[in-house]
């Protein structure tokens, strides 16, 4: 079994919990025994002949066992982390597109992926007009 998260991982605490031994075997050792077998076709049977055997003549490979608690929290937190960081990079980069297509000038002057006040000063002036009114003076301060 090469996925041993997400909807995986439920199978996998369904399965330790009543008692069935599992080994991960990754996709990459699959891939190379499957050179092998004869047969240049992939099937589903193909696949399970080979994850089989695999499981049966290789004595290296690690048993599947069941998270602990607070492994299960870490993976949430860091797979909501990882959305998160995704979410924003998204969004700085409409918001580069946005600015590049009105304000070209003032998409070359911010680095919107490190700086705060260029997102402060767009969200308070969000046209040349409303930046011409304010004046250079109190752009500056």
């Known amino acids: 079994m090469d996925l041993n998260a997400g ?16 080994l991960y075997i990754p996709g990459r050792t699959v891939h190379h025994a499957s050179a092998a077998y004869r ?3 992939k099937t589903d049977a193909k696949d399970a002949f080979i994850i089989a055997g695999t499981a049966r003549m290789r004595r290296d490979l690690q048993p599947l066992q069941e998270l602990g608690e ?4 870490l993976r949430i937190l ?3 982390r ?23 000038a003032l998409e070359r002057a911010f680095d919107l992926s490190t700086s705060k006040s260029a997102l402060i000063l ?6 040349p007009a409303a930046l011409r009114r304010i004046g250079r003076s109190r752009l500056t301060t």
Not at 83 to 102: M, S, W
Request: charged share 20%; net charge positive.
């Open 7 to 22: 909807g995986a991982s439920l199978w996998i605490a369904l399965l330790v919990n009543h008692g069935q031994k599992l």
């Open 39 to 41: 047969g240049s076709g």
């Open 70 to 73: 607070i492994a299960v929290d």
């Open 78 to 80: 860091t797979a909501r």
């Open 82 to 104: 990882i959305d998160l960081a995704a979410d924003r990079t998204r969004a700085i980069n409409r918001l580069r597109a946005q600015l590049l297509e009105y304000f070209p």
């Open 122 to 127: 767009l969200a308070g002036y969000q046209t």
